[in-house]
């Protein structure tokens, strides 16, 4: 069974940091590039960042130079490191796939950056 487990959201002001982690099933983790989606209010899931196996990086022009993502293939888990956050930064995270290749999604871990 496929298992995504976000955490390490919550409120923070304006500036501020958070990091998230995302626990993911091991086949699932070591055969895919990784990445993180965010949900805005009102607004469709899209990939904010990604992680491919050879350790190549991308980052969608919204979050680059302040957001970091890293994989620890040992305990299957993917992280994003966020700073200077920002009240656009406002929404739901997930991890998945990039690109997706299962249906299943988590919970998501909600982050709320108030101005």
């Known amino acids: 069974q496929v298992q995504l487990v976000e955490s390490g959201g919550g409120l923070v002001q304006a500036g501020g940091t958070l990091r998230l982690s995302c626990v993911a099933s091991?086949?699932?983790?070591?055969?895919?590039?990784m990445g993180w989606y965010r949900q805005g209010p009102g607004k469709q899931r899209e990939v904010i960042a990604a992680?491919?196996?050879?350790?190549?990086?991308m980052y969608d022009d919204s979050v680059k130079g302040r957001f970091t993502i890293s994989r620890d293939y040992v305990k299957n888990t993917a992280y994003l490191d966020m700073n200077d956050l920002k009240p656009e930064d406002t929404g739901v995270y997930y991890c998945n796939t990039v690109p997706l290749v299962i249906r299943q999604w988590g919970r998501g871990t909600p982050v709320t950056v108030s101005s």
């Open positions: 091991g086949t699932i983790f070591k055969s895919n590039a």
């Open positions: 992680i491919y196996s050879h350790g190549r990086t």
